[in-house]
């Protein structure tokens, strides 16, 4: 037999196994989360603005929420802008340097 029959034949099983175990699996027994109200009308909100599946996007909606109502963005804001009005300060200052100089 050749080299080429057999590689065929390899590819032909591969598939047919394929096939056969694609056809044969379950859903996991977890999914679906069940949904509220707040939760479905989020979807419907941001389902057309962001590529992504729906568990994905109520994760990232539910974490946007913590960070929201626990003020912890709030203490991370700030220090980002203290953090980039020290920076922009310093390179003013060293502008000014630069022209005076």
């Not at 598939?15 to 859903?27: D, E, F, M, R, Y």
């Not at 989020?42 to 568990?55: H, K, Q, S, T």
């Not at 804001?77 to 310093?90: E, I, K, Q, T």
Request: charged letters at 15%; hydrophobic letters at 50%.
């Amino acid at each position: 037999m050749s080299a080429r029959k057999q590689s065929v034949r390899l590819a032909a099983a591969a598939a047919a196994a394929g096939a056969l175990l694609g056809a044969t699996a379950t859903t996991a027994s977890a999914w679906p989360i069940p949904l509220t109200w707040e939760d479905d009308n989020y979807l419907g909100a941001v389902r057309g603005a962001w590529p992504a599946d729906d568990d994905t996007l109520l994760m990232a909606g539910r974490g946007a929420c913590h960070l929201l109502y626990t003020g912890s963005a709030w203490w991370f804001d700030m220090g980002m802008l203290a953090l980039l009005s020290v920076g922009y300060l310093s390179f003013v200052r060293f502008k000014i340097r630069l022209k005076a100089g």
